[in-house]
């Protein structure tokens, strides 16, 4: 121990340290924020939220990203998240008087589904409205409905 005498030339043992150990950091890359945040702070981790992202691929209000993306960091390190705010949002065009093959080409170049509803069997195949109506934005992937006559 510190400021214990010794005899000259006796053994002392010294522990030398490696270093701060690395701990694993949980995958969270696809999780509800809140959930994603617990998991960190459990494992030792500052959790801080960036800006949120738009994402085609994760859920609005998941996880995105973290940084640093290192498997590993220590205890107390800080651990970023970015959270998904959804789809992209796209403005629905006016496709009105379009006809159909026309119409549906024009929405779903636009990454829309569309859903057919004629009326009278849509005998002229021409658009007469859209749910939801031109001018609206909606997120992309959402289902245009097209009311054809």
């Known amino acids: 121990a510190p400021d214990t005498r010794l005899r000259r ?3 002392v043992a010294l522990v030398v340290s490696r270093g701060r150990e690395p701990i694993t950091v949980p995958d969270v890359v696809g999780t509800p924020y809140e959930q994603a945040r617990t998991a960190l702070e459990d494992a ?4 801080q939220r960036d800006e949120d ?3 085609e691929t994760v859920a609005k209000g998941s996880v995105v990203s973290r940084a640093p993306e290192a498997a590993t960091a220590f205890r107390g390190d800080t651990i970023t998240l970015v959270v998904s705010s959804g789809p992209p949002l796209v403005t629905v065009p006016d496709v009105q008087r379009k006809q159909v093959a026309e119409a549906r080409a024009q929405l779903e170049a636009l990454g829309f589904k569309v859903r057919i509803s004629e ?3 849509g ?6 409205s ?3 109506a031109a001018g609206r934005s909606v997120p ?3 289902t245009i409905t097209l009311t054809v006559v």
């Not at 030792?44 to 959790?47: E, P």
């Open 9 to 11: 030339d006796a053994p």
């Open 44 to 47: 030792g981790f500052v959790v």
């Open 53 to 55: 992202a738009v994402s």
């Open 119 to 121: 009326v009278l069997g």
């Open 123 to 128: 005998f002229f195949g021409t658009v007469r």
């Open 130 to 132: 859209s749910d939801p």
């Open 140 to 142: 992309k992937g959402s």
